[in-house]
């Protein structure tokens, strides 16, 4: 399904302008097609970077500083070549046109990562750290995405497959040979080695809830009455003037995201419209986009104005929400007449309040020590398999205590089959087509 015959072509730096702008070539007439673009005749000499004018047609564009990497010993295992140009959108865009005149073909998504797995460059989840660790938002991101990209679940992954693989092999062996009886393994042993591997599954669960909340991040909706400082809430928790604010109740009407870091948890903040009984068509919208953006949301933030009463309408909102993860906010602390006494009283306006805030927010998920041990596994895929692996673990413990000696090693066998399965194919070593061109199809271009 996937092919590897051709040279792939992309621009790797992100749209937009900047001081330095890549064109990378990857395939096996990556070094040909790019002489084809340079003014120089001279081969380009392994891994040295080499100044060279760039031209297209008989016109030169730019200068550029152009890296062969030649096959096994690059980023896709195939030869690569690396043209920084200036960022210039419009000068990378004429390069990557040169390079497709010239016999390129222009890169999918994720095309130059899956190169790299598919010649065993990385294996599917060093791959899918490589997304992760672009696409991180917070230190604590980017830092379990390298160890993964380190290899850390690779090499926790292959710890377990290499004992189930072992042990696979003693059990058949005993099938094959069954007069040896147990001589491959007995029972006792066999029941030792699987509530090791049961306890590997489980501390890397265990690990994984941490894990997704490192890399998945929290959803939090805002939500209230109108007028209550949402988007104020929204703008400072947030660092920037997202959302408008303005003295006039409903002011807000589209739902705004924003995803922060909040002292290391990656949160996406969700501003809404103020709820409320409304004539106004537009506002009414607004106003079911954010009873819906409250029904997902892992963590419904509910602001309260602390200057004025507490109405009918505030309480049907707690009522709502009663049943929800939720945290409720006391804005506008800097007001006179502000009367609470609850903990989280915040002002958006001053920020007092806001940190205790942030607090909360890492409390209400238990994501207080986040950072302390960081957890090898962190993505949902990983730990729907890991899971798997673990019933079929689990219901070949179960077969081998309920049968004593009279254990049938093929039905057990079949249980530890499954597991292995499953690691393989978080490995990718087994992964589905389908399951591969997923993953790549969510990465950017030119990575
Ligand atoms: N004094 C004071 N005023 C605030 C505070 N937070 C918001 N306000 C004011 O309250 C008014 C409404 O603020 P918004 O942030 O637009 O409120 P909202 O809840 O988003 O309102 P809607 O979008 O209409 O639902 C504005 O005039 C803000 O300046 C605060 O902490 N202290
Ligand atoms: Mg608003």
Do not use: R
């Given at each position: 399904m996937f092919s590897t015959a051709d040279t792939i072509v992309a621009?790797?730096?992100?749209p937009g302008r900047g001081g330095i702008g890549i064109v990378r070539l990857s395939g096996p007439d990556a070094h040909a097609i790019a002489r084809v673009i340079l003014a120089s005749n001279a081969p380009l000499e392994p891994r040295r970077a080499t100044f060279a004018k760039v031209c297209v047609g008989d016109q030169i564009i730019d200068h550029a500083v152009v890296t062969l990497f030649p096959s096994p010993h690059s980023y896709t295992g195939e030869d690569v070549v690396e043209i920084s140009a200036h960022g210039s959108p419009v000068v990378l865009r004429s390069i990557v046109v040169a390079a497709a005149d010239a016999g390129a073909r222009l890169a999918g998504p994720g095309e130059f990562t899956l190169r790299a797995f598919l010649n065993s460059r990385l294996d599917l989840p060093q791959a899918e750290a490589v997304a992760d660790l672009i696409d991180a938002v917070t230190p604590l991101q980017a830092r379990t995405a390298f160890d993964q990209l380190e290899g850390t679940l690779t090499n926790r992954i292959a710890e377990i497959d290499n004992a189930l693989f072992d042990l696979i092999a003693r059990l058949e062996a005993s099938v094959d040979f069954p007069d040896e009886g147990y001589h491959f393994i007995d029972p006792a042993q066999l029941r030792s080695v699987l509530d090791d591997l049961l306890r590997a599954t489980s501390s890397l669960l265990v690990e994984g809830r941490r894990g997704r909340l490192i890399r998945d991040g929290l959803q939090v909706a805002i939500v209230g009455k109108p007028n209550v400082g949402k988007s104020s809430l929204f703008n400072a928790l947030a660092g920037a003037d997202r959302a408008i604010v303005t003295p006039v109740p409903g002011t807000t009407r589209d739902l705004i995201t924003e995803t922060v870091d909040i002292d290391g948890l990656r949160v996406t903040l969700v501003d809404s419209a103020g709820i409320r009984d409304t004539d106004d068509s537009i506002e009414s919208v607004g106003v079911g986009l954010a009873k819906h953006a409250m029904e997902v949301a892992d963590v419904v933030l509910v602001v309260l104005d602390g200057s004025l009463p507490f109405d009918q309408a505030d309480a049907a909102l707690l009522e709502n929400t009663a049943e929800r993860k939720r945290l409720v906010v006391w804005n506008k602390s800097d007001v006179e007449t502000f009367k609470t006494s609850s903990s989280l009283a915040v002002s958006a306006k001053t920020g007092a309040g806001l940190n205790g805030l942030r607090g909360a927010l890492h409390e209400v998920f238990g994501a207080n020590d986040l950072a302390r041990d960081r957890p090898a596994i962190t993505n949902l895929r990983h730990l729907g398999l890991v899971q798997r692996a673990d019933r079929a673990l689990t219901r070949a413990r179960a077969a081998v205590s309920e049968s004593g000696d009279s254990l049938s090693e093929e039905f057990v066998l079949v249980d530890l089959q499954a597991a292995r399965d499953a690691f393989e194919e978080i490995s990718g070593r087994r992964a589905p087509d389908d399951v591969i061109a997923h993953i790549f199809s969510k990465f950017c271009i030119g990575k």
């Open positions: 621009i790797a730096t992100p």
